[in-house]
């Protein structure tokens, strides 16, 4: 949860988040009027159903935080069981997501696909500038920015302790960097790969295995990187809070409650059924 940057906005940002799709999109294809319409009327059925059926969840799970903080600073138990249910959000919300996927992809032309090669390797190397600039110490000290950066719009200004905390930590992933880079390109391509077959009886079932389970796609090396980066990242949190004082804490929990609120006042469709799931 620290580590999530936010729009400044977040209900303005959740609003207009299906516009926003479409506009990723666009940067990596270019779409029919009738791709984009079929995009426009999925992810407005997608959002329908997160509305009323995952804020909810993302409610409780930030009252949860609350509690825990109310008593003090969060054991790291209590950060583990936190971190693993926010992950838990995602395998749902990634299955609602695979027909919108396979819709839009089975649909596109042979010019389209070289279109969408083209602008990933074009992205790829874009990324490879911009985490990859600069020796081992260079790559780290701009790792240790990014993630204080993130820290300090949850928990306000770090004292010193926990600045060396996140130097140290960024020093600890060497070489995370360029496997997270390595496997997004594997998984890109095994998607291209499938892309060739997208007229087969078994193409939605090849980006349901992509979307469902992207670390076969990404490698082993890969998947490995992600499960120690979790357990990293879950032990740097730990460290924060410990080392917090009462302003971090007492700045955290406006964050979350701020966010909270921000999820309750969210009304993404008009309609009885809806409004009563994100009001009450």
């Known amino acids: 949860m620290l580590f999530i940057s936010g729009c400044s906005s977040t209900r303005l940002a959740y609003r207009y988040a299906d516009w926003g799709i479409v506009w ?3 940067d990596f294809i270019s779409l029919s009027q009738t791709q984009e319409q079929q995009l426009d009327d999925d992810i407005e059925s997608l959002k329908r159903w997160h509305c009323s059926s995952e804020l909810p969840r993302y409610r409780a799970w930030l009252s949860s935080i609350e509690s825990d903080l109310a008593s003090g600073k969060p054991t790291p138990e209590a950060v ?14 990634m299955k609602k997501i695979t027909p919108v996927a396979v819709n839009l992809l089975s649909s596109l032309s ?16 874009e990324l490879e500038g911009e985490f990859l600039k600069g020796d081992a110490e260079t790559i780290a000290q701009a790792r240790a920015e990014r993630t204080e950066e993130r820290a300090e719009r949850w928990l306000g200004s770090l004292n010193a302790t926990q600045k060396s905390l996140i130097k140290d930590w960024s020093k600890s992933r060497k070489g995370q960097t360029e496997i997270w880079l390595a496997g997004r390109r594997n998984w890109q391509k095994a998607l291209l790969n499938a892309l060739e077959n997208r007229n087969d009886p078994g193409f939605d079932a090849t980006v349901t295995e992509l979307i469902s389970n992207p670390e076969a796609g990404r490698g082993d090396a890969s998947a490995q990187s992600i499960d120690e980066s979790m357990a990293a990242m879950r032990s740097l949190i730990q460290q924060l809070l410990q080392a917090s004082d009462a ?6 929990a ?18 009885s059924e809806v409004a009563s799931h994100i009001y009450h």
């Open 24 to 26: 990723w999109v666009e």
């Open 110 to 125: 042979d010019e389209q696909v070289r279109e969408l090669a083209g602008n990933m390797e074009k992205n790829h190397r």
């Open 254 to 271: 406006r964050q979350v409650s701020k966010l909270r609120g921000d999820f309750k006042a969210l009304t993404c469709v008009p309609g």
């Open 80 to 93: 583990s069981r936190l971190q693993n249910q926010l992950a838990g959000f995602f395998p749902l919300l």
């Open 247 to 252: 302003s971090h804490l007492d700045h955290l």
